[in-house]
């Protein structure tokens, strides 16, 4: 690997999402089909409306996971530290960005042991490629990126298309799901699937569970399309490659749903156009057991611990009223309540 050019990729990739709305999914999340029951009488006290949750076995204070983000660019070790820091204060769940420069070169970028040192309560996951497990020595980077964080569960995050586009990506996927499969028996810790915003198809969920998989992020179409940010720092031809691939994907809240019918008890987390906390409200409703949001934190992420905290803070904040706005003081509770077709 060449270290340089990865890390001018990364830092490229960080840019260009803090630039907005150019690489923007045009597929709606589909968060606006529905809308809650409004309960004008909830008999609850607000502040009484729990939150807490529990994934991988872990307890979480609220259904939320600041998602993967960043890989291995020097300014993302304050990016790190600051999203550490917030999610432990926070008691939420923390997924770093690809950890494979970290693993192949040494330059961890944040991604060492003081990461945990941050947040040593926290849900955290580590995360590689699929198609770096392909490479004989896949499962040693996969268990490094694992101890490097102490993290509590791997991530593998599927970018087929993404790749496709990228000048130089990884374009033979055969044998991925072979290598998943063998590495859900060689980890010591549960293995994470999720794709990194075309959406995960019931097909394909039923596949990674049978093979071992212990939990999925469905991670949908509607928020950032990370075909148009391959684009975007790409050639004029690699351009007009990925633009037509910026209404590709299966919508978030189409993929809960389809996922939750088709594995009704394996966990999954929403991601992809999460714009609030009614749009988590509606995730959890549909089948999601977490929300996640990347792209949504990062500019909070390159400022301050303190602006991470105030960012999910504020979606919280305002799942806990979309909750009790509905008549429900606990997750399970939301769960039950009414959802309908918006018209």
Same mark, same amino acid.
């Given at each position: 690997?060449?270290?340089?050019?990865?890390?001018?990729?990364?830092?490229?990739?960080?840019?260009?999402?803090?630039?907005?709305?150019?690489?923007?999914?045009?597929?709606?999340?589909?968060?606006?089909?529905?809308?809650?029951?409004?309960?004008?009488?909830?008999?609850?006290?607000?502040?009484?409306?729990?939150?807490?949750?529990?994934?991988?076995?872990?307890?979480?204070?609220?259904?939320?996971?600041?998602?993967?983000?960043?890989?291995?660019?020097?300014?993302?070790?304050?990016?790190?530290?600051?999203?550490?820091?917030?999610?432990?204060? #926070?008691?939420? %769940?923390?997924?770093?960005?690809?950890?494979?420069?970290?693993?192949?070169?040494?330059?961890?970028?944040?991604?060492?042991?003081?990461?945990?040192?941050? %947040?040593?309560?926290?849900?955290?996951?580590?995360?590689?490629?699929?198609?770096?497990? #392909?490479?004989?020595?896949?499962?040693?980077?996969?268990?490094?990126?694992?101890?490097?964080?102490?993290?509590?569960?791997?991530?593998?995050?599927?970018?087929?298309?993404?790749?496709?586009?990228?000048?130089?990506?990884?374009?033979?996927?055969?044998?991925?799901?072979?290598?998943?499969?063998?590495?859900?028996?060689? #980890?010591?810790?549960?293995?994470?699937?999720?794709?990194?915003?075309?959406?995960?198809?019931?097909?394909?969920?039923?596949?990674?569970?049978?093979?071992?998989?212990?939990?999925?992020?469905?991670?949908?179409?509607?928020?950032?399309?990370?075909?148009?940010?391959?684009?975007?720092?790409?050639?004029?031809?690699?351009?007009?490659?990925?633009?037509?691939?910026?209404?590709?994907?299966?919508?978030?809240?189409?993929?809960?749903?389809?996922?939750?019918?088709?594995?009704?008890?394996?966990?999954?987390?929403?991601?992809?156009?999460?714009?609030?906390?009614?749009?988590?409200?509606?995730?959890?409703?549909?089948?999601?057991?977490?929300?996640?949001? %990347?792209?949504?934190?990062?500019?909070?992420?390159?400022?301050?611990?303190?602006?991470?905290?105030?960012?999910?803070?504020?979606?919280?904040?305002?799942?806990?009223?979309?909750?009790?706005?509905?008549?429900?003081?606990?997750?399970?509770?939301?769960? %039950?309540?009414? #959802?309908?077709?918006?018209?």
């Amino acid at each position: 690997m060449d270290e340089n050019a990865a890390g001018r990729r990364k830092e490229d990739h960080i840019d260009i999402v803090l630039s907005g709305d150019r690489v923007a999914s045009r597929v709606d999340a589909g968060f606006d089909r529905w809308r809650f029951v409004h309960c004008a009488l909830p008999e609850l006290s607000l502040d009484a409306v729990d939150l807490s949750t529990s994934l991988l076995g872990l307890r979480l204070k609220a259904p939320l996971l600041i998602s993967a983000m960043t890989g291995g660019p020097a300014r993302s070790e304050a990016i790190n530290a600051h999203l550490a820091e917030a999610a432990q204060a #926070l008691g939420i %769940a923390l997924g770093v960005g690809s950890q494979r420069i970290a693993v192949e070169t040494g330059a961890a970028a944040g991604l060492g042991g003081e990461l945990r040192k941050r %947040a040593p309560d926290v849900l955290l996951l580590a995360n590689l490629g699929a198609a770096q497990l #392909l490479a004989a020595d896949g499962r040693d980077h996969a268990r490094r990126a694992v101890d490097m964080i102490g993290a509590d569960a791997l991530v593998i995050h599927l970018n087929p298309l993404q790749e496709a586009i990228q000048e130089g990506g990884d374009r033979d996927w055969r044998g991925v799901l072979h290598a998943i499969a063998g590495l859900c028996t060689y #980890l010591h810790v549960p293995v994470v699937v999720k794709e990194v915003g075309f959406g995960l198809s019931a097909a394909v969920a039923r596949r990674l569970v049978k093979c071992g998989v212990a939990a999925l992020d469905v991670a949908g179409a509607g928020g950032t399309n990370w075909a148009l940010v391959e684009g975007a720092r790409g050639t004029g031809r690699t351009q007009a490659l990925a633009s037509a691939f910026a209404g590709w994907g299966i919508p978030t809240a189409d993929a809960v749903v389809e996922v939750r019918a088709a594995l009704p008890d394996v966990p999954i987390i929403a991601s992809g156009g999460i714009r609030d906390g009614v749009d988590a409200a509606k995730a959890i409703r549909l089948g999601a057991d977490l929300v996640g949001q %990347a792209a949504a934190t990062l500019k909070a992420a390159v400022t301050s611990t303190e602006a991470v905290i105030a960012h999910f803070e504020l979606l919280a904040e305002q799942l806990r009223i979309a909750a009790f706005a509905a008549g429900a003081g606990s997750l399970a509770d939301l769960r %039950a309540v009414p #959802l309908v077709e918006a018209r």
